[in-house]
């Protein structure tokens, strides 16, 4: 049975009385252990449709299923980075990354200070556990906010743009550790859905990439290629090179495209 399904799901903001529709009709099937990027141009609904795959928002028609039952709201088994920094201004670093895991309630008191604190170590800010968030940078705000859903280890991480204020080297780190944590005994175990505007973090990270034109999903594509993606041989190279034209493509073919945004339509 897949992990994630899109079964004809359309959403509605309301919008001043008349709905504006910003998904029409998506069928998206993730298997277990999968890692799916979405691309697509701003405003495109990745935000929504991640929304709902959390269950912060519900389909106006349609189902999203987890497991083969239908979302009726968030659930411990899902965690969410958003792509704004979403820490609680009166706790610290700590505090905020021990809230994520106290939530799940699977480990006492003293194994999840011990997780928060490794988490933060990962995301180096072990300095920064005391601090609270207007202490913080943008980037070290984001960094909490990973630490925060990885500690939580559900079987399924929803990621919106979560490196985007990231500079290149700890983006990069990052980058590996979130491929290596879903790995175990060669098995991938975590189910991911990564929202990102950057191609090359999509072809680094998944297994399938999926571009969004608005409200629809104009390709679904696999990345059949090895893991580690760090040292390609010529061979990948060169089939790596072939997707990235054709994602760049899907992206300048909406230049010329008239703007359907929601927004227009309302
Ligand atoms: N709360 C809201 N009320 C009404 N319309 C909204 C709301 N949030 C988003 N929208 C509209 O829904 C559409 C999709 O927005 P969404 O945030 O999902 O896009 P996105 O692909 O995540 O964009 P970006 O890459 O800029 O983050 C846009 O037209 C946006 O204006
Ligand atoms: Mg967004």
């Given at each position: 049975m897949a992990k994630i399904q899109l079964d004809h799901v359309s959403y509605s903001y309301p919008n001043r009385g008349r709905p504006a529709e910003v998904l029409h009709d998506l069928n998206l099937t993730v298997e277990r252990g999968e890692f799916v990027c979405v691309l697509g141009r701003?405003?495109?609904g990745k935000t929504t449709l991640l929304r709902l795959l959390a269950g912060l928002d519900l389909p106006t028609r349609g189902a999203v299923r987890i497991d083969g039952e239908a979302v009726t709201g968030p659930g411990t088994d899902r965690s969410i980075v958003f792509q704004s920094y979403t820490l609680?201004?009166?706790?610290?670093a700590r505090q905020n990354v021990l809230f994520g895991i106290q939530q799940?309630?699977?480990?006492g008191r003293a194994e999840a200070r011990r997780l928060a604190d490794a988490f933060l170590r990962k995301v180096e800010l072990a300095e920064a556990a005391d601090k609270y968030p207007y202490q913080l940078s943008g980037g070290m705000r984001q960094r909490v906010a990973i630490a925060r859903s990885l500690a939580m280890d559900t079987e399924i991480l929803l990621l919106d743009?979560?490196?985007?204020?990231?500079d290149t080297r700890i983006r990069r780190e990052l980058q590996e550790f979130m491929d290596a944590l879903r790995w175990r005994d060669g098995q991938a175990e975590k189910t991911v859905v990564f929202v990102t505007h950057d191609i090359d973090e999509a072809l680094y990270l998944a297994d399938r990439i999926v571009y969004m034109t608005p409200g629809r999903i104009a390709a679904d594509l696999p990345v059949p290629l090895p893991r580690p993606r760090k040292d390609l041989g010529p061979a990948e190279r060169a089939q790596r090179d072939a997707l990235r034209r054709t994602l760049v493509e899907l992206f300048d073919r909406e230049e010329d495209a008239p703007c359907r945004c929601a927004a227009d339509a309302s």
């Open positions: 701003s405003g495109c609680f201004p009166w706790m610290t799940t309630g699977k480990w743009e979560p490196f985007g204020a990231l």
